[in-house]
């Protein structure tokens, strides 16, 4: 089992930034990609980026050019950098990482998610 806990969230004023963090209960290093998700009040769950074992990433269209993520496997810990924050981004913020483990097969883990609220 893994526990996944996020941390980061806040308040911001529009333009601005956070990072957001998330921690792994064990070595992140064979996890086969990672990913933050976002859901906003009223709305699904979206995928907001993706970074994969060899460190290639993959971005939702609305934060291109805006937030990056990455993975420090030594710290076991992956992150989301939020830059020109706007009100749309505003949403609870999940962890998830995915794993294949030999005769268990792909298994999905969750945070439990971190508010953040883009508001002057």
């Known amino acids: 089992q893994v526990q996944l806990v996020e941390s980061g969230g806040g308040l911001v004023q529009p333009g601005g930034s956070l990072r957001l963090s998330c921690a792994a209960s064990?070595?992140?290093?064979?996890?086969?990609?990672m990913r933050w998700y976002r859901q906003a009040p009223g709305k699904e769950r979206e995928l907001v980026a993706k970074i994969l074992k060899d460190g290639s990433e993959e971005y939702v269209d609305s934060v291109k050019g805006r937030f990056t993520i990455s993975r420090d496997n030594a710290k076991n810990t992956m992150y989301l950098q939020m830059n020109s924050l706007k009100s749309d981004d505003t949403a609870v913020y999940y962890c998830?990482?995915?794993?294949?483990?030999?005769?268990?097969?792909?298994?999905?883990?969750w945070g439990q998610g971190t508010q953040v609220t883009v508001s002057p």
């Open positions: 064990r070595s992140i290093f064979n996890f086969n990609f």
């Open positions: 998830n990482a995915v794993v294949w483990i030999t005769l268990q097969g792909w298994k999905n883990y």
